[in-house]
C-alpha cells in the first residue's frame, strides 16, 4: 500500500500539473462570466446542474460522516441532529461573511490542526511495532492489491479541482504549478505517516479490523492532563469541517445561482438563507432516512468516493480540452 | 468581491438645506444672542471712536482682555481697529453663522459702527490640568507623561516626539452642539494616503449633536457597529501614538478628551504594551506570549470545567475525577447555573469595585474574597475547584492590557459557557470557531482586522506573538501598506 499512495501522489502531481496550466488561462480570471465564455451558457448550466449533485454529496458525506464520528466517540447519547445543525449553523455564520473571508480563515484552520500530524509520530516507534508488518512494499500477490484502496486515496487527494474557480479570490501568482506541488506533497507524506503509524500499531492483521484507525490510536494516548486525547483532537477538527463546509455552502449557492441563470443578479441574503435551508434539510433527511440504519453498508460513502475520484480526474482534464479548443480558436 | 449580501447605496436627500450666509448686523448679533446672562456688549470710547466689545464672559481669559484688547484700543491713534489690535490674531468677519461659531468658541467680537466692520480674536480661559502619568497604561519604565483634555497640549506632546514636517494634522468640527474639535494626524511621506481618505470622508459624514468623549467618536467611525470589538485603539500615552504614527498610523485627537484614538488597528495590537518595546526583547516576548495565553484562559477556562462536568468527564484521568466529584457531590446547581451565578456575582464584585471610593475597595476585597469566595463553599453552593479556577480566569483577564478586551472577556466567557453546556469541548470549539470567524470579517478603516494572521502577512510575524529584537524590525507592517516600507535608511 505505500508503494500504491506514492504512486497515487505522482499521478495526482501530473494532475495538478494540468490544473496548474489551466490556471493561467485568461477565461478563469473571471470566474463564473470567464468560464461561461468557454463553455457557452447552456453548457455551463448543464454542468451546474451535474456540480450541484457532486458538491451536494461531498458536503452531505464529510459532514455527516464527521458528525457521525463525534456522535461515537464524544457524545453517543446526543441525538445526533443537533450536531448536525450545530456544525451547520456555524458554517452558515462563516460563510456569511463572503467567499474572500471564508477563504481567509483557511490560516486558522492550518495553525489550529496540523500539529495533530504530530500526535502520530510516537505510534512509530511503538513497542509492539515491527518493521515487518510494513513488508511487501512492492505486493507480488494480485490479492493484495485492493481498487477501493486506490479509489480512496485518489479521492482523498482530490480538492484542488475546486481551487480553480476560486481564482477571481486569490492571487494571480505564477507559481501556481509549485504551490500545488507542495500540498499535494504534504498531502501524501501525511497519508503516509498516517498509514505507516496505524500498520504498526495495530499489525496489518487487525488494521482491516478497526472503522476509524487514526481516531482508535489516538485513544492509547495519555497526558497527565487529559486522558481521553481523541475528544479534543475530533473537536479540534471541527476547524476543518466548518471551514469545508463554509467554501462549498459558497460552492452551492454559487453554483445553483448559475444553475438557474441569474448569475447576473446581485447575490441576496434571502437568496443564501432559502439554498442553505435546502442544503440542511437535505443532509437532515439523507441522515435520517439513509445514514442511521444502514451506515456500514451504504452505498452513500462508496458514491461520495467515486464522484470525489471522477471530479479530480475529469475536471482538469474538460478544463484544459475546452481551453486549448477556445485558445487555437 | 467582498461581502456577500453588499449593502445597497443609500440615496441622498434631494432638499439639503442650503447653508445661510446672512449678512452680519448689530441687530440680528444682538438677537441671535438675547437670554444669555453671560453675554457681555461693552461701549468702548476710543480715540478711532465708539467701538463696541461682544463676548461671553465665562469664556474670556479678562487679564488678556485688558491687556491685548483694551488697552491697545485706548491709547490708538489711528484710525482703523485692525491697525490699533496689531499684536491681536483679528479676523475680519462678514456673516451671522460666522460671528455666532466665533463667539461660543471664547472669541470677542468687536464692532465698528463708523467703518461699519465687525473683527473677532480668540481669547479662551486657557482651562488645562497639569501633565500627569497615565493611569490605564501605566510602565515601570518608559515616558510617564499622558495626554490631557486640551487638545492644543496634545499635539504639542506628539509634535515633540515626532519633529518633522511631514506630520500632518487636519481639523474637523463635529457635532451640531458640542462643535467638537478633532485633530486627525499622519506622517504625509509614511501613511498610505487610502486610510487618510478613507479617514476624512468618515470624520465628514458624522452627524450627531454631542461628543463627549473620543469614544463616541470612535463609535460613529467604525466599519462595525453591532461588534463587542474595538476598531480604535485609545490609548492616553503621547509615547504609544507617535509610535503608530512612525508605523503608518493615523491618530485622531478629540477637544476635552484625555485619549487619543489610533486607526487602522488589528486585533493583536490590543495585546501589545508599550513596555512591550522597552524591555529586553526575550523578557517582552515572553510576556507577550503570557498575555494571549492568559486571553485564552480567561476565555476557556471556566466553560471547559462546564465542559467536563457536564458532558466529558472520561477525558480527565481518574485521580483528578476523583477530587472533582468529590467537591461536587453536595452541590445543588448544576455546573453551568453553578458557573453562571458565580461569572455575575464576580462581575458585580469588579463593577462595584471600580465605583466605590478607594479605601472602601479593601472591604470589598474581604467581603469578595472570604464571604462570598470561602463561605458559598463552606455552604455547599460552589465547589472548591470551581473557586479555584474563576480565580484563576479573573486574574487571567486582567494580563490584557486594554481595558475594553478585559470586558469582552465577561462577554466572550458567557457565550462560550452556554456552548460547553449545550454541546460540552466540541461547543467550546464551535464558539471559538464563531469568535474568529467574526474576528476574521472585522476592518478597522476598512484594513483587515485579523491581520497578519489572515490575511497572512508572514513578515509581520517578527512582531505578533514574539517581540523580535529592536535591531531585527526593519521594516513597517505590510497590512498596513506604508510609503516608507524600511524603517531605517541604509539597507544592505
Not at chain 2, 480674536?121 to 510602565?139: A, H, M, N, Y
Not at chain 2, 485627537?253 to 518595546?277: C, M, R, W
Not at chain 2, 510576556?287 to 494571549?292: E, G, H, K, T, V
Amino acid at each position: 500500500m505505500i508503494i500504491v499512495i506514492i504512486g497515487i501522489g505522482f499521478v495526482s502531481q501530473l494532475n495538478l500539473f494540468i490544473l496548474s496550466k489551466c490556471w493561467k488561462s485568461r477565461f478563469l480570471k473571471d470566474g463564473a462570466e470567464g468560464i461561461s465564455k468557454l463553455f457557452g451558457k447552456r453548457m455551463i448550466r448543464l454542468y451546474a446542474f451535474i456540480g450541484l449533485f457532486f458538491i451536494f454529496m461531498k458536503m452531505a458525506i464529510f459532514t455527516i460522516g464527521y458528525s457521525d464520528i463525534m456522535h461515537q466517540y464524544i457524545f453517543p447519547s446526543i441525538n445526533n441532529n443537533w450536531l448536525i445543525l450545530f456544525i451547520f449553523l456555524t458554517s452558515l455564520y462563516l460563510a456569511s461573511k463572503g467567499m474572500e473571508k471564508t477563504f481567509q480563515f483557511v490560516v486558522i484552520v492550518m495553525l489550529s490542526t496540523f500539529w495533530i500530524i504530530f500526535v502520530f509520530i510516537p505510534f512509530l516507534f511503538a513497542p509492539m511495532s515491527s518493521i515487518h508488518d510494513l513488508y511487501p512494499l512492492i505486493p507480488n500477490d494480485p490479492s493484495l492489491f485492493s481498487w477501493k484502496g486506490v479509489l480512496l486515496i485518489w479521492s482523498s487527494l482530490s480538492g484542488p479541482e475546486y481551487l480553480i474557480f476560486l481564482k477571481p479570490w486569490l492571487t494571480h501568482d505564477k507559481r501556481q504549478f509549485m504551490y500545488f506541488t507542495i500540498g499535494n506533497m504534504i498531502s501524501v507524506l501525511e497519508y503516509l505517516l498516517l498509514f505507516i503509524a496505524a500498520i504498526l500499531f495495530f499489525g496489518s492483521n487487525y488494521l482491516s479490523k478497526t472503522l476509524y484507525p487514526t481516531i482508535d490510536m489516538i485513544k492509547y494516548l495519555q497526558s497527565p492532563v487529559f486522558e481521553r486525547m481523541e475528544i479534543i483532537v475530533i473537536s479540534v477538527y471541527l476547524f476543518y469541517i466548518v471551514f469545508a463546509l463554509a467554501l462549498f455552502l459558497l460552492f452551492f449557492y454559487g453554483l445553483s445561482r448559475l444553475a438557474l441563470a441569474k448569475w447576473n443578479l446581485q447575490t441576496t441574503r434571502k437568496g443564501y438563507l432559502f439554498c442553505a435551508a435546502v442544503i440542511l434539510s437535505s443532509f437532515l433527511i439523507f441522515y435520517n432516512f439513509l445514514w442511521k440504519f444502514s451506515y456500514k453498508g451504504f452505498w452513500g460513502l462508496d458514491l461520495e468516493i467515486a464522484l470525489s475520484s471522477l471530479s479530480y480526474l475529469i475536471i482538469p482534464i474538460i478544463l484544459w480540452i475546452a481551453i486549448k479548443r477556445k485558445e487555437d480558436v | 468581491m467582498g461581502s456577500l449580501f453588499p449593502k445597497k447605496p443609500r440615496q441622498k436627500s434631494k432638499s439639503e438645506p442650503l447653508s445661510s450666509k446672512i449678512p452680519l448686523t448689530d441687530e440680528l448679533l444682538k438677537k441671535s444672542l438675547a437670554n444669555m446672562e453671560d453675554l457681555e456688549i461693552i461701549a468702548l470710547n476710543t480715540n478711532i471712536g465708539t467701538v463696541f466689545l461682544y463676548y461671553i464672559k465665562t469664556l474670556i481669559d479678562n487679564e488678556r482682555l485688558n491687556e491685548v484688547i483694551v488697552e491697545p484700543l485706548n491709547h490708538c491713534s489711528k484710525d482703523q481697529i485692525a491697525k490699533c489690535l496689531m499684536n491681536a490674531k483679528i479676523e475680519k468677519l462678514s456673516n451671522l453663522e460666522e460671528a455666532e461659531k466665533k463667539i461660543v468658541q471664547g472669541s470677542i467680537l468687536l464692532y465698528d459702527p463708523t467703518q461699519n466692520h465687525w473683527f473677532a480674536t480668540l481669547l479662551e480661559t486657557p482651562l488645562s490640568r497639569s501633565i500627569e502619568p497615565p493611569e490605564t497604561e501605566t510602565v515601570i519604565y518608559g515616558a510617564k507623561d499622558s495626554f490631557v483634555e486640551q487638545i492644543d497640549q496634545n499635539i504639542t506632546m506628539i509634535r515633540q516626539r515626532l519633529p518633522v514636517t511631514a506630520l500632518k494634522t487636519e481639523t474637523f468640527n463635529i457635532g451640531s452642539l458640542s462643535r467638537t474639535k478633532v485633530v486627525m494626524m499622519y506622517i504625509e511621506d509614511i501613511t498610505n494616503p487610502e486610510f487618510i481618505t478613507i479617514a476624512r470622508e468618515k470624520i465628514k459624514a458624522i452627524d450627531f449633536d454631542q461628543f463627549l468623549d473620543s469614544s463616541q467618536v470612535a463609535a460613529f467611525m467604525e466599519d462595525h457597529k453591532n461588534t463587542p470589538f474595538p476598531q480604535f485603539l485609545e490609548t492616553e500615552r503621547p509615547d504609544a501614538c507617535s509610535n503608530s504614527l512612525a508605523l503608518g498610523k493615523i491618530v485622531f485627537l478629540v477637544d476635552k478628551t484625555a485619549y487619543g484614538l489610533v486607526g487602522p488597528i488589528n486585533f493583536f495590537h490590543l495585546f501589545q504594551s508599550p513596555e512591550d518595546y522597552f524591555l529586553r526583547w526575550i523578557i517582552a516576548s515572553f510576556l507577550r506570549c503570557i498575555r494571549f495565553s492568559s486571553f485564552f484562559l480567561a476565555l476557556t477556562l471556566v466553560p471547559l470545567y462546564v465542559a467536563i462536568t457536564t458532558h466529558n468527564y472520561e477525558i480527565l484521568p481518574l485521580q483528578i475525577l476523583y477530587v472533582l466529584l468529590e467537591t461536587r457531590s453536595k452541590l445543588p446547581f448544576t455546573p453551568f447555573w453553578e458557573a453562571t451565578l458565580m461569572l455575575i456575582t464576580l462581575e458585580i464584585i469588579k463593577e462595584a469595585s471600580l465605583r466605590m471610593p478607594t479605601k472602601s475597595g479593601q472591604i470589598l476585597g474581604v467581603i469578595g474574597g472570604i464571604v462570598i469566595g470561602q463561605a458559598t463553599v463552606q455552604a455547599g453552593f460552589v465547589s472548591n475547584v470551581f473557586i479555584v479556577l474563576v480565580g484563576i480566569s479573573a486574574i487571567a483577564s486582567f494580563l490584557v492590557p486594554n481595558y475594553l478586551m478585559t470586558k469582552i472577556i465577561t462577554l466572550l466567557q458567557f457565550f462560550l459557557l452556554v456552548l460547553s453546556s449545550l454541546l460540552g469541548i466540541p461547543g467550546i470549539v464551535l464558539g471559538m470557531i464563531i469568535i474568529i470567524a467574526h474576528l476574521v470579517g472585522l476592518t478597522s478603516l476598512k484594513q483587515p482586522y485579523f491581520a497578519p494572521i489572515t490575511p497572512l502577512y508572514l513578515k509581520d510575524w517578527n512582531d505578533l506573538f514574539i517581540r523580535g529584537p529592536l535591531t531585527s524590525i526593519k521594516e513597517r507592517p505590510s497590512f498596513l501598506s506604508p510609503l516608507q516600507r524600511w524603517r531605517i535608511k541604509k539597507r544592505r
